[in-house]
Structure formats: structure tokens, C-alpha cells
């Protein structure tokens, strides 16, 4: 088997991948970024943010569901696809409730991160200031709605990982749908969920935060403050 | 370029600044006069208008407006109309221009409620009433970022923004460039 047999084009140069793998999953390997906000590369893709949508052939799809195939021809940062990126990232910012200065997760925030590499400097819509109220009654784990992009990586960790099922996607239309608690009183007290749980470490952004902890790390000296989230492709994700 | 004989080029025409803080903390003002001594440079180039550095009370023709802050009461909608329609660039300055900031953390709870539970029943207050003062400007039901008011030429996020982010706004601004910040001057917090 020859070398061309195992290669794509991607952004113009030779990519190898292993037969199985996403276009996503062989970027990573190669070291090379696309931005994505719900795929973990220890879960399978959820393909809902498409945020990694690339070009392939022309045509428009998720990185991190189309399986590489040998010879295809892949466009992942170009202006294109950056604008387009942009503009959904935005939509993720007037969506929510994202004030990075009270945001615990600040510095360590992938949403924050990836809009600094996209350039994003406004919001460019008019905002939702949707009432998402917080839930304070873990003794251990504050969960604050207001940043949740509903990626789902916490459901399906507690769900695959923890063996819990704490958390669960639920409702309709974007000022509907949020995470719900899986106890009868829906409060995160009532749940076995616990510190040492996947689920709670595995938040992108500023919603699952641990009590106590929150400025352990100084604002400034924090992940995508030292290193923008392009150059951190190979590092291992939370 | 810079030899003994342009050693006294034409004085270029001082470009008019005119600065405000909306429902803002002056922090991005304080953070603009963290240029230090380069601000004696700029004072070269620019000259101010209205702005909290001048006292001057309103907005003549100008080239730049810098918005601190965003909208929390019907003088802040005044003043910044009052700015776009005098200013050829408006530019966005820090957190709360751009999405509302912390004022706009107030945004889900109802305005009555908040101006009762402040002025009539939290426990420690002298009960006094709302103020209703005719000098008083209005509360909006809501904190608002300027760009839903009027159009905003460019954004300079941070709270602050640092005050090498707001020198490389002003310098490629100056040099007629789209302004740009790199990595470690783009920051939201």
C-alpha cells in the first residue's frame, strides 16, 4: 500500500490518517487544528455545534463525522470557513449568557479560546440575556446554566464514563432547551454526582465549576492565555 | 526618510478624539492613561474633544469616539446618538460596549424589583424611596451593548482592554489600518 493510499489533502498539504478515522481525529494526530467546541476525542462525535464544518470536495460537513477517505481534497482554514465559524460563534455568545470578567472559567474557557483564534471582537447580534437560573445545592460543584452551549459532553460522560446518567438534554427551541438534572427535585444535591466524576471535569466552558477552586490559577496565567488553542492541538483535553 | 533634510515636515492636522463612559467604572479610561508616557506622543497626533479628560460638556466634529460602557438609562442612548452623529468612527471600548457587561447582569430580574429591594426593603438602608428626581435619567428595563443602537465601526474587547490593546487601536487607526490585535491583546476579561 502506497502512501497515497492513506493521505488527504487538507488545507493544501499531505495529511495521513489511519482507515476509521474522522478527518477530525487525523487532524489531531498530525498536530493540526480545526476548531470544535462539542467533539472529545475520548467520546463519540456529537456533530451538533458544527463549528469543525470543512469543505471536502466542495461540499460543506462536519469534521468530525466524515471518515477520511484517501485522495480527498479538504478546505478547513480559510476565510470561507472562518467567517462562517465566526459568525456561528457568535450566535453561541448572544445565545447564552457569556460575561468573560465574572467567569471562573476565564483563560480556560474553550469557547473563549476559539473565539480569540477566530478573531470574533463583537457580538455582531443583538443579545438574548436569557434567565438561566444557577444551581448552587452541590456542596462541591456550583453549575452555572447562564455558559452551557449544549455540547453534551457532560451527558454523555456521566452517562458512558460514570455510569450515572446526572445529566440529560431536554426541552425545545434555543430558550427551551437545557441541560436537565436527572433527581426529583431536579437539583444536582439529589444526584450522586461527585467531584472525581468524568462529567465533572469535562465542561468546555465556565458551567461545571468546582467550589473553592475557582482563582487557584490567576486570570492571565491560565491555559489560552499563555498559548493561543491552535498551537495546543496535541495536549491533552480535560 | 527621517534624514537632517525633512527634519521639519508639515505639521499633519491633529486628528479630534472625543472619549465618554456610558454605564461603565472609568476602568477603560484608566486603562487608555496606562499608555503612560506615551500619551505625550499621541498628544501630537490627536486632540480631544468631549471627553471625562477635557470636561467638555458635548461632542463637536470628530474623527474617533471612544464608548466606554453600554446602556443603562436614556442618557446613555442621548449621548451616544449624540456621538455617532458627530464622530466618523465610533469604536466600542471594553466588555460592557460590547455585550453589556456586569450592568447587564441585572437584565433577567425585573427593574422594579431590583430599585424596591435597593431603595425600600434590604434590611441596613434608610428606606428613603426610590429617587424620582426630575434630573435623573430614566432606567432602562434592560443594560444594552451599544452596537443595538447605533452602527459601531470597530470593537476593543477587554475589561479593561489593556492599555497596549487600546495603543495599537489608536496607532493603526492613526496610520489609516484596520486596527488588529494579536494574541494576548484580544482578551474578554
Redesign the interface.
Known sequence: MNDTNNSFQLDGEDLPFTPGQTIMQAAKAAGVYIPHLCWHPDFPAHGSCKLCTVKVNGRFGSSCTMEAQAGMTVENRTAELDDKRRTMLQMF?VEG???????EK??DCAL?AT??EL?M????F??F????PVDASHPDILLDFNRCIMCSLCVTASREVDGKNVFAMGGRGILGRRIHINSESGRLADTDFALSDRAANICPVGVILKKRKGFAVP?GDRRY?KT?INEQVKEPTA | MNGPMNAAPVAAKKLKVATTSLAGCFGCHMSFLDIDERIIKLLDLIEFDRSPLTDIKHCGPCDLGLIEGGLCNAENVHVLREFRSNCKIIVAVGACAINGGLPAQRNHLDLRDILEEVYQTEAGLSHGGIPNDPELPLPLNQVHPIHEVVKVDYFLPGCPPPADAIWKLLTDLLAGRTPTLGHGLLHYD
Do not use: T
Request: hydrophobic share 20%; with cysteine; glycine share 4%.
Open positions: 455568545f449568557n457569556h460575561f468573560c470578567p465574572s467567569c476565564s483563560g473563549q473565539a480569540y478573531k471582537m463583537s457580538p455582531h443583538d443579545m440575556y436569557p434567565d438561566r486570570i492565555d493561543p
